[in-house]
């Protein structure tokens, strides 16, 4: 694992890097905070958005099924504590949402500069919608980038974080459009003596010596 620059973007097997933020649930340690859960850390525009809104409430609305799987949300966005606050009640208002995650007040920019969420080229003052799955041991498992003016797939989101889940629990892949419940990849052979192997287990799936599916 390696951990990144100030300035640049974690990628894919990076250790996420850690910071201390002002929240909404007051001021924290990511580290320390995570405490060893998956996290999802996800980033938007600014307060009082309109597809933004959406997104948060979604989140919230679900928040019980990221919690079923051990996991934590944290969002943030380059706005005062006093928006964040504002905001977070104006949505329990109109949409009947308890936004009860925190939400990251990252004024300075200090943060979303580690998570290279501020992309120059379409804004300067504010942040993409930047998702990243990171697992216990604080490393980045996944990263998605989404334009400011198309609203993220909570769903998606969650197959993603229940892949991620599964392959490590199983040891195994999965394939494209895959789902809970249905069969995953088996790894390929790495010798000889795997291919000769795989061929006694008749409960797998068999298409060739390197596509195999199982059912867990």
């Given at each position: ?182 069969k995953v990849?088996?790894?390929?052979p790495k ?15 068999r298409y ?9």
């Open positions: 694992m390696t951990e990144t620059t100030s300035t640049g973007m974690p990628r894919i097997g990076d250790t996420a890097p850690d910071f201390r933020a002002v929240t909404t649930h007051g001021e924290l340690t990511f580290s320390e905070w995570q405490n060893k859960s998956w996290v999802i850390l996800f980033s938007h525009p600014a307060d009082f958005t309109p597809v933004c809104s959406t997104e948060l409430t979604e989140f919230a609305k679900r928040s019980s099924e990221f919690t079923a799987k051990g996991t934590k949300l944290i969002g943030l966005s380059i706005d005062s504590i006093h928006s964040h606050l504002a905001w977070r009640e104006n949505l329990k208002q109109i949409l009947d949402a308890d936004i009860d995650y925190p939400l990251i007040a990252d004024i300075d920019m200090q943060v979303s500069k580690k998570y290279g969420m501020l992309h120059e080229a379409t804004s300067t003052t504010a942040t993409v919608r930047a998702v990243f799955v990171i697992d216990p041991k604080r490393v980045v498992r996944a990263l998605v980038y989404y334009p400011m003016s198309v609203g993220r797939n909570v769903d998606e989101i969650l197959r993603l974080l229940t892949a991620l889940q599964t392959t490590d629990q199983n040891a195994c892949a999965t394939p494209v459009n895959w789902k809970p419940g249905e990849i088996v790894p390929p010798n000889v003596n795997d291919v000769k192997e795989r061929e006694s287990h008749k409960e797998y799936e060739d010596f390197y596509l195999n599916k199982k059912s867990l």
